[in-house]
């Protein structure tokens, strides 16, 4: 969580800067949710399918802080080879899949990887996430691979960040069931809530809706009520926010509840959680300056064609 906030915070001031290209979208009040969901995943084996508020679950999950960095900032060392825009980052045969700017896209993909697992005979033990926001949960895409995961039983776990605003329209002119949970009803899904700005509360039900996925139970749908502490992206000012939601419960930082949560728990003191954070700014400014160094993609050397050989191969054929 302390490495997506710092590392994101850096990211907006370059961005406000003009040193990176494309919009910059902030996790900002999302990261106890997010964290919990990649922590709970297994790297190698797991399947994960992040969103752009999820950079605390990429880290949780084992993104390398450099992948993210050198994507900003258009590396061609990085996953993408400084060829695609700076979220779409991902690294499929370990499990990160790269994000999907179509909202609602993740799910059935997620679906559609764990089928094919199963058919491969490799699901054991396996278990296929991904984290959308409320607004994203009126797509088509979004019912179709949640009812498809639901009929096959699939172990899958979908958290639904509702975050008050898709974008700048509010809840209640997006859907008009009284809950985003009864909606899980609806696909014969178990379902959950939590509070998105309690850090041991998500540790707790996240957890456990992972672990029951894993165990066989089925999907999973957990809605995690919480407010974006930032607009939509960089760009956004979120004039619309009214202050009276900013002010109550929804409003509060999720890093300033889990370091109370810690220091009371006794996990961790107040000296230690400050260490982190220095520790933390230096990983992220090593991270920045290492990808500022690397060469971008050079349009005279690369091969811009995204088909293998062999495919190439069977088409001229």
């Known amino acids: 969580m302390l490495e997506a906030r710092q590392l994101e915070t850096k990211l907006s001031s370059m961005y406000k800067a003009g040193k990176i290209v494309g919009g910059v979208y902030l996790g900002k009040g999302q990261e106890a949710v997010s964290a919990s969901l990649g922590g709970g995943l297994n790297w190698g084996t797991d399947v994960f399918a992040p ?123 997006q859907f008009a069931c009284g809950d985003l949970l009864d909606r899980a009803v609806g696909y014969g899904v178990e379902g959950s809530s939590v509070d ?25 749908m957990v809605v995690a009520r919480l407010l974006r502490l930032s607009g939509h992206g960089e760009h956004d000012d979120a004039s619309y926010v009214p202050d009276k939601l900013r002010a109550g419960g929804l409003g509060r930082d999720c890093m300033q509840v889990a370091a109370a949560q810690m220091i009371e728990t006794g996990y961790a003191t107040e000296g230690e959680i400050s260490d982190w954070q220095t520790e933390v700014e230096d990983a992220v400014q090593l991270a920045i300056a290492t990808a500022q160094q690397e060469p971008p993609p050079d349009p005279w050397k690369e091969r811009w064609d995204a088909r293998s050989t062999k495919l190439s191969m069977v088409t001229e054929a």
């Open 196 to 220: 998105g700005t309690d850090f041991l509360d998500c540790l707790r039900v996240i957890g456990g809706a992972i672990d029951r996925a894993r165990s066989g139970a089925g999907p999973q």
């Open 51 to 173: 969103l752009i508020r999820d950079q605390a679950g990429r880290s949780a999950f084992g993104e390398d802080m450099l992948d993210c960095t050198r994507t900003y900032l258009g590396s061609s060392l990085g996953p993408m080879h400084g060829r695609d825009g700076n979220i779409h980052r991902g690294r499929p045969k370990e499990g990160l899949l790269a994000m999907i700017s179509h909202l609602g896209a993740s799910v059935p993909v997620v679906a559609g990887v764990l089928l094919s697992r199963r058919l491969q005979g490799k699901l054991d033990g396996v278990v296929g996430a991904t984290c959308i926001g409320d607004g994203g949960t009126s797509t088509g895409a979004f019912h179709e691979g949640l009812n498809a995961a639901a009929v096959e039983r699939l172990p899958m776990v979908v958290v639904v960040a509702n975050n008050q605003f898709a974008y700048s329209t509010p809840n209640d002119r």
